[in-house]
């Protein structure tokens, strides 16, 4: 079932454990407007841009490339500053609000249509798993013609929330308190290593000496 | 030789200058820090300027007199040295999400002077003494003595454009991510409050015996670094001296600085005339205090030396502590029991005597995080969300509570909880900057 703004709103005002936190919500009312089924979501202050220049390509098997953190430099935009996005450019914000969802709740987070009416491109991973905590990593990309000049506080996303039934149990991998946009690791180190043997197999196989 | 140093040392400054001119740029235009960085490097570039036209026009010919040379060189060390003032200024974004609320803090005690704690303007973090946390408060005179050696008659403007009072507070690089060593900006800050309030007059008779320059000496700065203790109290409660007991050298007194007996004694009382210390007045989740300041009092002792005049020193701001607590506290705003426990007695909902903004650290949410019907719209104040943090640290059970939900093993647990334990407390203080800022544009 999918929550509607005043249940949201009731659901902020339990106790903890079962409390939905989304803070902070500037303007309440706008942002959680009655007759709707989501919460408006503000761009944050903390945007990661895609470098391309500095890497080759991205190989997420090789250790080396946890340095892709490189590749996505960081930039911090005060409120009231702005940030352009350029056609075709890539890159990483977060929510300003910060978000925890009880176990009762899962969430999507999707863009405005407004902004995707100018090509702006908001989320493209939108599954908020329930007992998330922390603010939303988002994944723009500029998918008009002309730069777009954004800035910290744009209400650019929208989060719909979803009863869980029953309760989901409690992940301490959800803890984790991001409060900027986070780039996390593409593959795991078991999965890692096992996909490289296979590919070194491969190479072995097929005589290629890389 | 001198002059192949000059030269060399002014080759590295204009490729520090102009790598530092495009991480500026890189922060964008509206950045806090970027404006400060800018303000320096523009100095920086004018002093570089003018010390590069005084090392052409030896080399074209005039003499090479020894003291001009070695004049011109320490210039140039000095140079380097505001570089890598704006170098930090330039790369860390962090402590200004402190910082701004800091600032609203002080602003309405010395409004007149709220000028020189601009933070766009002149709060500078850098790591130049790397374990040390400091006020500069000497930093216009020493950049006005570089330009002066740089620039020439013609360029008395640049000289002017330095403002007067300029206040620089420095951290080490590596607390930049432990924002509850933060709090220390308390005392810091107290520092500008002391050069703009000054303090209390005090009479004393100087004893015999003893070195006179010495005891002046020490009576001046001693009593700068007690009434900054006392402000920082004023400012944030238990989270200043709670800071303070972590960093706080062993008990050795120095020029500089009185001994830390000394010190925990005036937050001490600081603290009971806030209402925080006292069997009957400590609030709950706060009971714990009063044993840590026991014990930070114990541990630092009565080491101080039975004579001399460190001794003596000691013991005339021991009988003056009143006075000075009366000072600062004379001066209304400060943040006391009455405030926190406004901001944690939200609704009635604390679960199990706990303060609610810890609580809410416990559940792994920003401490501010407060419901419009909580606090009537308002932000906790920024020593509450600090303190709620220092609560959460210093107290075994709430720690080990906050750690266990994690379910990492040890040594990395302690770490990533504490980790983001600092992420809640920062993100809280970017909220309360940000509801003010965004409260202000609204009006």
Known sequence: MILTADDIRERMKLPFPDKLVITPLLDETRQLKRG????????????????PAVLCSLNPLCRESQDLRGYLSKTYVAVGGEFVLHPREFALAATLEYIRLPL?????????????????IIAMATFVHPGYAGCLTLELQNLGDVP????????????????????AEHDPGQLTCATGPVFLELIKDNERRMFSKLRDRRKTLTGDKG | MVADALADSMQRARFRLTALGEAIDRLGPTSRHATSARFLWNLCKTAHEGLVAQLDTIAVGLPKVDDVLNGLLAAAESLHIYLAFVETGAVERVPQAMIAPLEALVRPLVPEGSACLQPARVLVYYDWVPSNYSFRQDFPTELRALLTEALDD????????????FAALSFPVADQSNVLLHSLLGHEMGHALVELLKGPPMTVGLPQGFEPE???????????ELLADAWAVFLLGPAAMLSLIELAPADQASDDHPCSHLRFSLMDQCLRRGGFVGAQEAPLGLAWLPAAIGTALERSGNTRPVNGPYAWAHNFFYRQLDTLVEFVFGSSGAYTRDNWVSDGEQSGRCAQGCHSLVWRILHYTPPDSVDTVDLAGRSPHLASVLNAGWTVWQHKGIWQRFCSRLELSPPAKEYEAFARLNKLLLKAMEIISIRAEWAEAMQ
């Open chain 1, 148 to 167: 777009m000049e954004l800035s910290p506080g744009f209400t650019v996303a929208q989060l719909i929330l979803e009863e869980v039934k029953p309760p």
């Open chain 1, 104 to 120: 009762a709740l899962a969430g999507h987070v999707v863009g405005r249509s407004r902004w995707a009416r100018v090509g702006l």
């Open chain 1, 36 to 51: 709707t089924a989501a919460v408006d979501l503000r761009l944050g202050q903390e945007i990661m841009c895609a470098q």
């Open chain 2, 154 to 165: 013609a360029d008395a403007p640049a000289v002017e454009a330095v403002p007067q009072v």
């Open chain 2, 214 to 224: 010495l005891l002046v000496q020490l009576l001046s700065l001693w009593k700068v």
